[in-house]
């Protein structure tokens, strides 16, 4: 693999201060990249995120992607920070817990309509907007980060399920409407992840099934599934569009 693979590309890496979205940031950095760390409201963790990438003309950009104005605007200041946008990382996303036997209908409707916008509308919208740079650009690449929940079911998070099985569809749908205009659109499906989201699970009285549910005996590493995420950045396989790679440990199968 060439250290500069993403000499001269510049990214948009959403929920970019912690997690996935901070191994992605890094490695493209790393590897030649310049990189918009995305973040909502944890400025401290975004600026640390910053601090830690190798090379130079890194930006943050602040904004809540569960809103839709606010999608054009983070990619609007993505495309003034570094010049202009090749490639998006949907990454950030939310997740709460609304047994449908046991939340209150205000906890389960805030739940869906709180899940729905950032997980499956937020990227929807910044696809939107980045796709228009893109073409006028001559191509780009979109990876989106679901879930294998999306696959599996997700009783106790319903609408995290639902949202990231959407996003998986829009992988889908978006790949084949932008393959002629040059951008290339793919997703990968973590199972659980050694992340600040999936902390109080991992270290909760089901840690160890949680962990047991992968033969490897654990949870993946951020830096395992941001690997997966910078070969889909690559262009190294573009026939690759529109696919859903499976990152869950054998976890789950399909």
Known sequence: MKDAEFEGKRALVTGGGRGIGRAVARLLAERGGRVA???????????????????????????????????????????????????????????????????????????????????????????????????????????????????????????????????????????????????FVAAVAPGFVETDMAEPFLAGPGGEAIRAQSPLGRAAAPEEIAEVVLFLASGRCGFATGAVVDANGASHLR
């Open 37 to 183: 760390v995305h973040y909502r409201a944890n400025r401290g963790e975004a600026e640390r995120t910053l601090a830690s990438l190798a090379g130079e003309g890194h930006i943050l950009v602040q904004g809540d992607a569960g809103e839709p104005e606010e999608t054009r605007r983070i990619v609007e200041e993505t495309v003034r920070g570094l010049g202009g946008l090749d490639i998006l990382v949907n990454n950030a996303g939310v997740y709460e817990e609304h047994r449908i036997d046991g939340a209150e209908w205000e906890e389960w409707r805030r739940a869906w309509e709180r899940t729905v916008a950032v997980n499956l509308l937020g990227p929807a919208h910044l696809s939107y907007w980045a796709a228009r740079r893109m073409i006028d650009a001559g191509g780009g690449r979109i990876v989106n980060v679901t879930s294998r929940g999306a696959f599996r079911g997700e009783p106790t998070a319903p609408a995290y399920g639902a949202a990231k099985a959407g996003l998986n569809a829009l992988t889908g749908s978006l790949a084949k409407a932008l393959a002629p205009r040059g951008i």
